[in-house]
């Protein structure tokens, strides 16, 4: 029965062939979204590696004019101010790339028997415990870091896997901005600092024991929830030391909804026009297949008549399709497996075979949807009927 | 062969009652060729649809090659006819997307006991006997009207049935054509000893076979 459907399907290769296109361009248009969407939900799924609940961005604007100690001792007059307030657990300092603000800061060295490259948050020594990131090996930053001969960083699970392996990295060295030697004392899970769609995985807070005017931002980490009364006896303690009240407070948690949102977006955007499109196929597929099957009613009628049973009718319909729906989609994989064979995207392979599997599965269920009941229509219809009625 | 015993056929809608058939009672004998007559309308497709359980009676018995059909379900009738019958069309009922030993094999596919090599073998020698295995790979739309008879007739006796049900077999053919189809179906009734019902409207084509029955308004008249 298989070969009498592949020559059927041969014989009438003009009227499939609009058939088939339909089905690999579907393929094609969703397999594109579903990797982008793929792609963007794998890294929403994997931890952003520091806390945004309850934590505080304060962008400190001291006067250019100032010097270099009076803007030290502002600083540490903020903190000690801040850390005065029982509502605040703890306060660091970074430069300017604070989570989601989209400032980045990347240094590379290619004299480490390798090139190693990393975006680089310069970060004081409580800055890994407001932000609570997860060190999985080794340690935190610590007071005697100020005084150790290399400059202490932590670097994220995602450098580590790509440049050390199974390396032993704690206590290492390594070349980085202008031949300084950089030490690493822990390792921490990630550090999604662009946001939860953020694919970037190569980050190290670097520990810089100063708090020295490269430091633009105080992160303010509270104990719990607070009112907006809060934020202003924060906001003159601040405006207090540094004599000017332009500086702005942002709270990380609506600063990453706010970052996820324009990624959300989007994918809501491509989910709901790719609905639109699965439907339109859907209509146009059972609307082919409807008309297919009321111009071969005299021959559903001679088959009844010959021998075949109800079954034998819905399942030829059915498999027909199926096998155009095949056809389609191998033509389709076929272009989409360039992509990951090509490495034409620097995406990971896994996404595409998401998508691929995705967009298989989809068609094929619609496919079948829409097939099974115009089949169960050509099984009931009554051979003396069809046959007198050509 | 054939047994029908008081065999009624009512069409019913809403409003209007119509008697297709009026208490038939028909035997017909093995090795038989039984044409059938009458006005249009008189219910001639009909009780050839009834013999071949492809319509159902309203009442009565059927008896086929022994077996009592009445209470088959719709597999069952399924695999009957296709091991028991063979059925030519006046419109001869070719899939124009299948090549002419394609269109023959179809009976045999839906038989699970035949192989592809079986089938082939079994389309090949039932074309052969049609007089044209030179065209097995041809299309309908490339055969003349009598060609393509003659493939529908190589269809229906390629599963080798017990008998073959021809509606009007020369209907739409010329007189030579129709002529050259009734001596294919005499020479399967005589060699083979087919046991044929034919549906006609043509008395010299009726005349050529072993007896005629003429139906009216649903009876039978002689």
Known sequence: MIKHILTLIWNKKRSNFLLFLEIFLAFIVLFSVLTLVTYNLRNYSTPIGFDTEDVWVAYLEIDESVDSLTNIDMKRRIKQELNAFPEINGVGYSNSCVPFNDSNNAFGHRENGFRLFS??????????EVMDVNVVEGRTFNESDAYAKHTAVLITQGLRDQYFGDREVVDSIYLMDNDEPWKIVGVIDAYKYHGDFSDENRVMLKYEPQLESRFFSALIELNGAVGPEFEEKVNKAIAGVINRSDFVIKHLKTER????????????????????LILNIALGLFGV???????????????????????????????????????????????????????LVDIENINYYYAMGGAMGIIITVVLICSFYPSQQAARIHPALALHED | MISLQNINKVYRTKTIETLALNEINLEVSEGEFLSIMGPSGCGKSTL????????????????????????????????????????????????????????????LLYRKSVSASERRRLAEEALLKVGLKNRMSHFPAQLSGGQKQRVAIARAIVGKPNIILADEPTGNLDSAMGNEIMNILLQLNQEEKTTIVMVTHDESMARKTNRLVRLFDGAQVS
Not at chain 1, 119 to 128: K, L, M, S, T, W
Not at chain 1, 301 to 328: D, M, N, P
Request: one cysteine or more.
């Open chain 1, 257 to 276: 909804e706010l970052t996820s949102r324009e990624y959300w977006v989007p994918i809501i955007a491509l989910f709901s026009i790719c609905g639109f």
């Open chain 2, 48 to 107: 050839l649809n009834i013999i071949g359980l492809i319509d159902e009676p309203s009442s009565g018995n059927i008896t086929i090659a022994n077996q009592t059909v009445n209470g088959y379900n719709s597999k069952d009738m399924a695999h009957f006819r296709n091991e028991k019958l063979g059925f030519i069309f006046q419109s001869f009922h070719l899939i124009n997307d299948l090549s002419v030993i394609d269109n023959v094999e179809l009976p």
């Open chain 1, 119 to 128: 975006f680089v948050i310069e970060a004081d020594v409580d800055y890994p």
């Open chain 1, 289 to 343: 297949l409807w008309y297919n099957i009321n111009k071969r009613r005299p021959e559903v009628g001679l088959r009844r008549a010959i021998g075949a049973t109800k079954y034998s009718i819905s399942s030829q319909f059915i498999l027909e399709i199926l096998f155009v729906t095949f056809i389609g989609l191998l033509v389709g994989l076929f272009f989409a497996a360039q992509l990951p064979i090509l490495k």
